[in-house]
């Protein structure tokens, strides 16, 4: 079945761009809505940014002049990049299958992302 | 941004129980609303999508409901298996927002 995993460095430091990707195994991301979703600490989740396979966007306007999302057909993978990350982008980052009418149908595990010097 | 408000956000029960979830949205989101279940150390898993509508896979124990801006997750004679974090969701409109959460505790 399809599975969803992300991976990424668990830790950055303030300032830096953090960069994660979710790789789609047991299926095509072709046809398909992908998100980026997260959860700080004791808060509850945040939606970031969703992207078509053909490349279409949208973005949380809360965090849309630091994000970035790109899908790679290629590699069964997309993107996330979080620019001048702060102690506040601590977080588990989840990626998720997004059905057209805006459900996450199957999720990641997740990746505990921690900005710290 | 619609604001979804999740209670009770902890809840104690015991097995064979009937727990009752709710989500209220701070405006009019038709039907576009999820729930979801989630595990320690696990991925989410979606139970319920259109407000009413089970997922696929998801047992029929599991049930939700809508009136106005309040939704609502049933779990009917629970399971050792159902003790958990569940979340709503609304996907009427950008940006997606969540509920804060309840972690269903046994008693």
């Known amino acids: 079945q399809v599975q969803l995993q992300e991976s990424g460095p668990g830790l950055a430091k303030p300032s830096e761009t953090l960069s994660l990707t979710c790789t789609v195994s047991?299926?095509?991301?072709?046809?398909?809505?992908w998100s980026w979703i997260r959860q700080p600490p004791e808060k509850e989740l945040e939606w970031i940014a969703y992207?078509?396979?053909?490349?279409?966007?949208n973005y949380n306007p809360s965090l849309k002049s630091r994000v970035t999302i790109s899908v790679d057909m290629s590699k069964n993978q997309f993107s996330l990049r979080l620019n001048s990350v702060t102690a506040a982008d601590t977080a588990v980052y989840y990626c998720?299958?997004?059905?057209?009418?805006?459900?996450?149908?199957?999720w990641g595990r997740g990746t505990l992302v921690t900005v710290s010097s | 941004d619609i604001q979804m408000t999740q209670s009770p956000s902890s809840l104690s029960a015991s097995v064979g129980d009937r727990v009752t979830i709710t989500c209220r949205a701070s405006?009019?989101?038709?039907?576009?609303l999820g729930w979801y279940q989630q595990k320690p150390g696990k991925a989410p898993n979606l139970l319920i999508y259109?407000?009413?509508s089970l997922q696929s896979g998801v047992p029929s124990r599991f049930s939700g409901s809508a009136s106005g801006t309040d939704f609502t997750l049933t779990i009917f004679s629970l399971q050792p298996e159902d003790f958990a974090t569940y979340f709503c969701?609304?996907?009427?409109?950008?940006?997606?927002?969540f509920g804060q959460g309840t972690r269903l505790e046994i008693k």
């Open positions: 969701h609304q996907s009427y409109s950008l940006p997606y927002t």
């Open positions: 998720a299958r997004t059905t057209r009418a805006g459900y996450f149908d199957l």
């Open positions: 405006q009019s989101i038709s039907n576009d």
């Open positions: 047991g299926g095509s991301i072709s046809n398909n809505y």
């Open positions: 259109a407000a009413s």
């Open positions: 992207i078509y396979y053909s490349g279409s966007t």
